[in-house]
T-cell receptor, first 113, second 115 residues
Framework: GQQLNQSPQSMFIQEGEDVSMNCTSS?????WLWYKQDPGEGPVLLIA?????ELTSNGRLTAQFGITRKDSFLNISASIPSDVGIYFC?????????????FGKGTKLSVIP | NAGVTQTPKFRILKIGQSMTLQCTQD?????MYWYRQDPGMGLKLIYY???????DKGEVPNGYNVSRSTTEDFPLRLELAAPSQTSVYFC??????????????FGAGTRLSVL
């Protein structure tokens, strides 16, 4: 099936540092999403991207939808301890009246106080 | 609003036992989904439903069954539990907003071990 390549797999950073992670695909998708999963919880949507080249911010988070529609990146500025968790990219696949998400394997973020 | 509620939170099964994972949402969403998450992996779609009475297979449906008799509820059934079904199961729901805009809301998960 379709795979999303998400990198890095894990990161250890100092509190206050900026973070960057990305997600690539061999196919074109028109909707890219970034979710965060806190330990022991379900994923929560952070940012949704609908337009190629779009740059969208949500507080300290900024995500971009690649111009080729085959990639996206997520930046977190001035990291804090509560940023710890797993970040997933996802793409929306649609067809025949159904809509499904395909997820990357996630980037596990650890923040050292 | 409670959002998406999953029960139970934890369960241990013996090989060959059966169980039903419950999922209910109070947001009047028409789309509902079941995923499994294995360590170090993303979420894999098991089954989904686009409305009451309509279900379809996802990427990894083998060993599972679903039903959707109401808009609110989407139970996932394991008939003959196997160790390979040890995983964390997430239910999600969504409401299509506009053309192609589709945001999924997830429950807190059910952690299942099959021994």
């Amino acid at each position: 099936g379709q795979q999303l390549n998400q990198s890095p797999q894990s990161m250890f950073i100092q509190e206050g540092e900026d973070v960057s992670m990305n997600c690539t695909s061999s196919s074109i998708f028109n909707t890219w999403l970034w979710y965060k999963q806190d330990p022991g919880e379900g994923p929560v949507l952070l940012i949704a991207l609908y337009k190629a080249g779009e740059l969208t911010s949500n507080g300290r988070l900024t995500a971009q939808f690649g111009i080729t529609r085959k990639d996206s990146f997520l930046n977190i500025s001035a990291s804090i301890p509560s940023d710890v968790g797993i970040y997933f990219c996802a793409v929306l696949r649609s067809g025949a009246g159904s809509y499904q998400l395909t997820f990357g394997k996630g980037t596990k973020l650890s923040v050292i106080p | 609003n409670a959002g998406v509620t999953q029960t139970p939170k934890f369960r241990i099964l013996k090989i060959g036992q059966s169980m039903t994972l419950q999922c209910t949402q109070d947001m009047n969403h028409n789309y509902m989904y079941w995923y499994r998450q294995d360590p170090g992996m993303g979420l894999k779609l098991i089954y989904y439903s686009v409305g009451a009475g309509i279900t379809d297979k996802g990427e990894v449906p083998n060993g599972y069954n679903v039903s959707r008799s109401t808009t609110e509820d989407f139970p996932l059934r394991l008939e003959l539990a196997a160790p390979s079904q040890t995983s964390v199961y997430f239910c999600a729901s969504s409401l299509l907003r506009g053309q192609g805009h589709h945001i999924q809301y997830f429950g807190a998960g059910t952690r299942l071990s099959v021994l």
